[in-house]
Structures are given as C-alpha cells and as structure tokens.
C-alpha cells in the first residue's frame, strides 16, 4: 500500500468513527451558548464576513457567526456532521472532506476558524496550508487546541 492509500484508509477509519460514534445521535442545534456567542464578538465577525469553519462538526460555531450575519461555510470529514450542518444552515455551504483538501478558491474568507480539532487531522501542516490558502491576505485566523494549561486538563477531566 503506497503512502496516498495509506491516507485514504486512515481518512476512511476516521470519518467511520466520526458518522457511527461520534455524531450518531447529532441534530441541529437551534440555540448558541454563550461562550460562543461572547467569542464571535470577541473576534468581530461582522454582517457579510465569509466564514469558514474547517471540521466545523454540527456547526454551533458557526450558528454565533451566522447571528452576526456572516454567511456560514464549513467543512468534516464527517457526512453525519455535514447533514445536520446543512439542515441547521440552510443559507450556508457544507462539504465532507478533509481539511488537508479544501474546495473553495484561494483569497476568500474572512475568518478560518478550527476549534479543538487541528490535533486530530492526518497531516495537520497540509491543513494549515490549506486554511492559508482559501483565506483573504488580512484574514482573521482563530485556531484551539488543547494544552498542558488546558483547564479541563487541570482539572483532572482530561488526559489527552
């Protein structure tokens, strides 16, 4: 098995994971928390923003965005995640693939967002290109990945 099906396989392994486990039982969120409403200000995304949130799960994320009144775009490797994304976000554009291959056109976002899932891609510097290569010159990028100062950590709740 040469190193592209080797990739292949694993993407496969995890978007199984993801669709059967993982997101089993998701359905669209119909409110956004507090916390990620305080986070969309605290970013400014504002009205007509182009924003992409890549592994954007069932899009809660990207429900603050939208009631800011920026137009909603995401990526999962996901198919489940993508479903419930684009019932949730209906004026929104959703695709299942990986984030090492993104399929929008360079210079367009606003905002590239990857909350929490960086550490979990094949090949996270190819994602990382990608995100830089849709994203407009003066884009804002908002990346989360856990930490050793990571509260849950501290708490005792996580040991990844």
């Known amino acids: 098995m040469n190193m592209k099906d080797n990739e292949t396989a694993r993407l496969a392994e995890i978007r199984s994971f993801y669709d059967s486990i993982y997101y089993k039982s998701a359905k669209p969120s119909t409110t956004v928390s507090r916390h990620l409403r305080r986070l969309a200000r605290k970013i400014g ?3 007509n923003q182009q924003v992409l949130d890549v592994a954007c799960g069932a899009g809660e994320w990207l429900l603050a ?3 800011l009144g ?3 775009n995401g990526v999962d490797l996901s198919e ?3 479903t419930v994304c684009k019932t949730a976000l209906l004026q929104g554009k959703f695709y299942s693939t990986p984030a090492e291959s993104l399929p929008f056109e360079d210079n367009r976002f606003d905002v590239v967002t990857c909350l929490g899932s960086l550490e979990h891609f094949v090949d996270p510097s190819k994602a990382l290109k990608e ?3 849709v994203a407009k010159n003066d884009a804002t990028f908002l990346l989360l990945v856990p930490n050793a100062d990571f509260l849950t950590r501290r708490l005792g709740s996580f040991s990844g």
């Open 45 to 47: 995304i504002q009205k």
């Open 65 to 67: 965005c939208k009631e």
């Open 70 to 72: 920026a137009a909603t």
């Open 80 to 82: 489940k995640a993508i």
């Open 131 to 133: 995100m830089v290569r």
